[in-house]
T-cell receptor, first 112, second 116 residues
Framework: DQQVKQNSPSLSVQEGRISILNCDYT??????FLWYKKYPAEGPTFLIS?????DKNEDGRFTVFLNKSAKHLSLHIVPSQPGDSAVYFC???????????FGTGTRLKVLA | DTGVSQDPRHKITKRGQNVTFRCDPI?????LYWYRQTLGQGPEFLTY????????KSRLLSDRFSAERPKGSFSTLEIQRTEQGDSAMYLC??????????????FGEGSRLTVL
């Protein structure tokens, strides 16, 4: 039962352009979401979060959008930089449990 | 370095042997998590603790797996009678869900297990 899905295993974007990474979830109880970035041979690092009481959260070049009715969220990176090349994971949890279920990840490659 | 640390970083063992991984979380964090990641997959939830109490254990975890967090500080994950299918990266994470913490996970660099 894949509660969090990232249907695009990979994405290539030109440097300076926008990267859009998508994530869908099936568990309607999820109300808090996280995005992580992972480089090879390192643990995932936290990027940005969003609560279901919001539909947008912004931090520098990173913006996460949440569409609760569609059970969909997306991460926008503007402008994309070569150092953003990594695997990105989204994760969801139910309020109070702090038990995070991760998607399978999207590998982003930013081309110089 | 005051982040999450895991030891060993890499373990190669023969099928049937027991292995133990250790995780030292960020000191003030009350939650500690174990995840497993295989190639091309996201981190799969295994178990988590609040202080010393184990809150939940995934059905992915067979009876060969056991995790402890004595005194609510470091944690160990033991795998008995390892099988080749246990080969994976074992990730530990910690978080603070009290005192204004927002619950984001801070991951260690992982312990890679190879079972021959």
């Amino acid at each position: 039962d894949q509660q969090v899905k990232q249907n695009s295993p990979s994405l290539s974007v030109q440097e300076g352009r926008i990267s859009i990474l998508n994530c869908d979830y099936t568990n309607s109880m999820f109300d808090y979401f996280l995005w992580y970035k992972k480089y090879p041979a390192e643990g995932p690092t936290f990027l940005i979060s969003i609560s279901s009481i919001k539909d947008k959260n912004e931090d520098g070049r990173f913006t996460v959008f949440l569409n609760k009715s569609a059970k969909h969220l997306s991460l926008h990176i503007v402008p994309s930089q070569p150092g953003d090349s990594a695997v990105y994971f989204c994760a969801g949890s139910t309020s109070g449990t702090y038990k995070y279920i991760f998607g399978t990840g999207t590998r982003l490659k930013v081309l110089a | 370095d005051t982040g999450v640390s895991q030891d060993p970083r890499h373990k190669i063992t023969k099928r049937g042997q027991n292995v133990t991984f250790r995780c030292d979380p960020i000191s003030e964090h009350n939650r500690l998590y174990w995840y497993r990641q295989t190639l091309g997959q996201g981190p799969e939830f295994l178990t988590y603790f609040q202080n010393e109490a184990q809150l939940e254990k995934s059905r992915l975890l067979s009876d060969r797996f056991s995790a402890e967090r004595p005194k609510g500080s470091f944690s160990t994950l033991e795998i008995q009678r390892t099988e080749q299918g246990d080969s994976a990266m074992y990730l530990c994470a910690s978080s603070l869900t009290t005192l204004g913490g927002t619950g984001e996970l801070f991951f260690g660099e992982g312990s890679r297990l190879t079972v021959l």
